[in-house]
Each structure stands twice: as structure tokens, then as C-alpha cells.
T-cell receptor, first 111, second 110 residues
């Protein structure tokens, strides 16, 4: 009964490829987020969506495109992957912007 | 101004001791201050949180102390246990997003 689930858990791909990460939440939350955790474990927000509408786009390269087909799903598509994109990507959800619930993360390795 | 500064970067405590992690901020618009615990290979999990109109909040062995005038807040873990070994993040909320501190790697020695 996972509250926020992400797939895949691991993703290894070559530079220049395009990949997607999927996220689903069953908490009934209105807001979903993508966070990036770098090699030093620093967590930084990338995007947030509220009820399918983009709210925050935190100066992320436009190779990253989030898509929210409904308020329970938020996917992240990355074009032309670069070495610097290697990180752990976390999906999260919240109600009224408080009490974020995070997924278990997707470790992306670009080789 | 959107930063949250966290210290120390790493902390080693003996079992039964008190672990203390500190955070400082500048932005007075922050309206909610949670602490998250992250184990290897897992996502951050909400541990305890406080609003700026409260000076202290306690939940079991975990206490947040909040000093609004100094713009500082801290997490105290009483009777620290080896199972508490994890990375701890403070965070602050404003403008619909959480801004995280740099994290503290806590190791509790048996």
C-alpha cells in the first residue's frame, strides 16, 4: 500500500538518450513535486503541480519536462541526458503544501 | 535569502546520548519548519515539524526548539539509539515549496 510510488527505482542509460520516470500517489493529495538529490545529498525542488497545473518550475533546463495527466500522477521526461543529470530523483506529494510524503526515489546514472 | 543552513555536516554520538542538529534561515516568510529523516536507499520521511508561533515541540524522543528572533531552530534526539543512524534534513516552507538544509549524517555508536 505504497503512498507515493516511483518507477523505475534504478535507471542506467547512455548520454544523449531520452528517459521517463513515473510517479503515482494514492493519498488524495492535490500537489505533487519533483526533487533532485545530488551526490552530496542536497535536495532541491525542480517542479510542483497542483491538480494538474504547473505551479513551480525552478530554473530547470527545458530538457526536463514534467507531465501530470491527473492529480494522482506526475511523470518526468528527460531529453538528451547528460552526465550531470546523474542523481536521485524524488517524487513527493502534499496537501495544502505541508507534510510532504516522498517516494523512495529513482537513481539515475548517465554513462 | 531562500537558503537554510544546517550544521554539523556529520555527527557521531554514543548510544544513550543526545544528538543536536542546528539550522538557521534568513527568509522571514518561512511559515513551517519540518525535519526529515532519510535512511540509505529510501526517501526522506517526515519526523517532526513546527510552526513559527511555537517555541518548542516534542514527540517522543524528538524535540524541535525554535527561536524566531534568532531565526534558528534545532532538533534534539534524546537517548539516541543505533537505529537513529540516518541523514537528517531540516527544511523551511514558503511560496509553495520546501527548502532543505544540507543534511546531517548521524551515526549512533553502540
Amino acid at each position: 500500500d505504497t503512498a507515493v510510488s516511483q518507477t523505475p527505482k534504478y535507471l542506467v542509460t547512455q548520454m544523449g538518450n531520452d528517459k521517463s520516470i513515473k510517479c503515482e500517489q494514492n493519498l488524495g493529495h492535490d500537489t505533487m513535486y519533483w526533487y533532485k538529490q545530488d551526490s552530496k545529498k542536497f535536495l532541491k525542488i525542480m517542479f510542483s503541480y497542483n491538480n494538474k497545473e504547473l505551479i513551480i518550475n525552478e530554473t530547470v533546463p527545458n530538457r526536463f519536462s514534467p507531465k501530470s495527466p491527473d492529480k494522482a500522477h506526475l511523470n518526468l521526461h528527460i531529453n538528451s541526458l547528460e552526465l550531470g543529470d546523474s542523481a536521485v530523483y524524488f517524487c513527493a506529494s502534499s496537501q495544502i503544501s505541508f507534510g510532504y510524503t516522498f517516494g523512495s526515489g529513482t537513481r539515475l546514472t548517465v554513462v | 535569502q531562500q537558503q537554510v543552513k544546517q550544521s554539523p555536516q556529520s555527527l557521531i554520538v554514543q548510544k544513550g546520548g543526545i544528538s543536536i542538529i542546528n539550522c538557521a534561515y534568513e527568509n522571514t516568510a518561512f511559515d513551517y519548519f519540518p525535519w526529515y529523516q532519510q535512511f540509505p536507499g529510501k526517501g526522506p520521511a517526515l519526523l517532526i515539524a513546527i510552526r513559527p508561533d511555537v517555541s518548542e515541540k516534542k514527540e517522543g524522543r524528538f524535540t524541535i526548539s525554535f527561536n524566531k528572533s534568532a531565526k534558528q531552530f534545532s532538533l534534539h534526539i534524546m537517548d539516541s539509539q543505533p537505529g537513529d543512524s540516518a541523514t537528517y534534513f531540516c527544511a523551511a516552507h514558503a511560496g509553495g515549496k520546501l527548502i532543505f538544509g544540507q543534511g546531517t549524517e548521524l551515526s549512533v555508536k553502540p
